[in-house]
């Protein structure tokens, strides 16, 4: 079985320019989560979806940040414009939703803003 | 508040020394799951075990044990016999029952073991 699916794996891109990462999860996991890693510390909660429904956005900047998950499966987060700031490893994770369980995490996408 | 404590930064043992990871979590919840996970330098989070408030058995898998006592509040990982490839950084992290089923991540232990 495939595991949660990210890409690109690395981006670097120029301050005040637009970012996508997309990620694709498990098959058949409802709840899908967008973690943002800044070095040496532990992930931190973007965005969480109940299939299609962001139903915890509270950590997401959302002047500069958004987040879809159409038809309740694949998803993609924006940066735009990205500022310096920005540049740590963005994780996707991926769960069957049910209390208790564990996430599983994709291999993240690495940004760096210059 | 829910918060997931991990003080040691860094730990360097040479191989086949045994190494506890430290773990100490705050929680009102009655009910909550803590794990650990495994991040080696590829950068997944690899998952290597979940717990329940209800279940305070420890527990062992091959060179892994985990030792969980609520009394501490504290959800300890001890590595036996160290091997090169476990050389990696180590996460603890907690999810409530009646919170938003995000897990609370602490700031990791970087394991390095020398050869």
């Known amino acids: 079985e495939a595991g949660v699916v990210q890409s690109p794996r690395y981006k670097i891109i120029e301050k005040k320019q637009p970012v996508a990462f997309w990620c694709n999860p498990i098959?058949?996991?409802?709840?899908l989560y967008w973690y943002l890693q800044n070095l040496g510390q532990g992930p931190e909660l973007l965005i969480r979806y109940e299939n299609e429904e962001a139903v915890d956005d509270s950590q997401l900047p959302k002047d500069r940040f958004s987040a879809e998950r159409l038809k309740g499966v694949d998803s993609t987060l924006k940066i735009q414009p990205a500022e310096l700031g920005d540049s740590a490893v963005y994780l996707c994770?991926?769960?069957?939703?049910?209390?208790?369980?564990?996430?599983?995490f994709g291999q993240g996408t690495r940004l760096t803003v210059v | 508040a829910q918060k997931v404590t991990q003080a040691q930064t860094e730990i360097s043992v040479v191989e086949k020394e045994d190494v506890t990871l430290d773990c100490v979590y705050e929680t009102r919840d009655t009910t909550y799951y803590l794990f650990w996970y495994k991040q080696p330098p590829s950068g997944e989070l690899v998952f290597l075990i979940r717990r329940n408030s209800f279940d305070e058995q420890n527990e062992i898998s091959g060179r892994y044990s985990w030792n969980f006592q609520k009394s501490t509040s504290s959800f300890n990982f001890t590595i036996t016999a160290s091997q090169v490839v476990d050389s990696a950084v180590y996460f603890c992290a907690l999810s409530e029952a009646w919170g938003t089923y995000k897990y609370i991540f602490g700031t990791g232990t970087r394991l390095k073991v020398l050869a």
């Open positions: 098959s058949g996991h409802n709840t």
């Open positions: 994770a991926s769960s069957p939703g049910s209390l208790g369980t564990e996430a599983f």
